[in-house]
């Protein structure tokens, strides 16, 4: 079955400095990996995915993440956090084989400090 | 191009009322699904639907009933509301993908539910 933890619940960073965040990801078969924002009060919206191509994968707003097989990771990376950047992001994991689900992590609240 | 769209947008209800969440999308997606997003717990899987006629259950479906009978439409029936299913729905729809290329998730905007 997938499952996908997401390590920290709350990162905090200054405007400009880099932004990271963990994602772990536990699937039977090769999976398909995605990332989501969530703006307050507001739907969801895709960031990036993983399919099945290049490892390194770069989204919208200049976010990227990186497919790590050995280390069952995708973590979400951006070089220079801007204001607009505050918001929840989802981490999310579906398979190739089996049931056909789409599996959410619990969500890292990314704050940006002036 | 209106995508997912989920009525109403917030609702009220007493314990033990039913209701129905709509979704109905336009983009010919095969693939449709209920989350509940709760404090601290990101999107649970409620139930979820593979094609007309095809529905199966997620995480959390208890409580709730689904149907497909068009490709467009997914309502998520609330059978006797309680207020443990107080919290925000998202209805999403995805092109099913092949192989190893899985669609992205579209998402309607929520539908916030009280059950006092």
């Known amino acids: 079955a997938q499952s996908v933890t997401q390590l920290d619940s709350h990162v905090s960073v200054s405007e400009g400095t880099p932004v990271l965040l963990r994602c772990n990801y536990s699937?039977?078969?090769?999976?398909?990996l995605f990332w989501y924002v969530q703006h307050p009060n507001k739907g969801l919206q895709l960031l990036l995915k993983?399919?099945?191509?290049?490892?390194l994968v770069k989204g919208i707003n200049g976010f990227e993440a990186e497919f790590k097989k050995s280390e069952t990771s995708f973590h979400l990376t951006k070089p220079s956090a801007h204001m607009s950047d505050a918001a929840e992001y989802f981490c999310?994991?579906?398979?190739?084989?089996?049931?056909?689900?789409?599996?959410f992590g619990t969500g890292t609240r990314l704050k940006v400090l002036a | 191009n209106a995508g997912v769209t989920q009525t109403p947008k917030f609702q009220v209800l007493k314990t033990g009322q039913s209701m129905t969440l709509q979704c109905a999308q336009d983009m010919n997606h095969e693939y449709m699904s209920w989350y509940r997003q709760d404090p601290g717990m990101g999107l649970r899987l409620i139930h979820y639907s593979v094609g007309a006629g095809i529905t199966d259950q997620g995480e959390v479906p208890n409580g709730y009933n689904v149907s497909r009978s068009t490709t467009e439409d997914f309502p998520l029936r609330l059978l006797s509301a309680a207020p443990s299913q107080t919290s925000v729905y998202f209805c999403a729809s995805s092109p099913r993908g092949f192989g190893r290329d899985k669609g992205e998730l579209f998402f309607g905007e929520g539908s916030r539910l009280t059950v006092l």
């Open positions: 993983y399919t099945s191509a290049a490892t």
């Open positions: 999310v994991v579906t398979s190739t084989s089996g049931t056909y689900k789409y599996i």
């Open positions: 699937s039977s078969y090769s999976p398909s």
